[in-house]
């Protein structure tokens, strides 16, 4: 199973940018749909963005369709997700997932609730300024 170290959060203005990486270790991290969540403080946590394990399909949660992006590199391990135009209730803390897939997966879309992953990372803080 690999394990995965989010970073590249931080303080940021609306309307700012900010690139989140998410570092897997292990072995067979292609075999891997991988996914961005996010927790603010009181509320549960939240579908972000997810791709599947080629990097050719991602699914957007609502709230940050056409201002966020997610990208893999499969060479480098790393999934990225870029947010931009940035708004404070983007607040929260970001984790990194990651599902190992089964044969008849590898043809689906990425997963879409907290349940279907099976690895997490630590989690990295975003705050967006208003």
């Known amino acids: 199973q690999v394990q995965l170290v989010e970073s590249g959060g931080g303080l940021v203005q609306a309307g700012g940018s900010l690139r989140l990486s998410c570092a897997a270790s292990?072995?067979?991290?292609?075999?891997?749909?991988t996914g961005w969540f996010r927790q603010a403080p009181g509320k549960e946590r939240e579908f972000v963005a997810g791709?599947?394990?080629?990097?050719?399909?991602?699914f957007y949660g609502d709230s940050v369709k056409g201002r966020f992006t997610i990208s893999r590199d499969n060479a480098g391990n790393t999934v990225y997700l870029q947010m931009d135009s940035l708004k404070p209730e983007d607040t929260a803390v970001y984790y990194c997932?990651?599902?190992?897939?089964?044969?008849?997966?590898?043809?689906?879309?990425?997963?879409?609730?907290?349940?279907?992953?099976?690895?997490w990372g630590q989690g990295t803080q975003v705050t967006v300024s208003s």
């Open positions: 997932g990651a599902r190992l897939l089964i044969p008849k997966e590898y043809f689906s879309g990425p997963p879409r609730t907290e349940a279907e992953y099976d690895a």
């Open positions: 292990g072995r067979g991290f292609s075999a891997y749909a």
């Open positions: 791709i599947n394990w080629t990097g050719a399909r991602s």
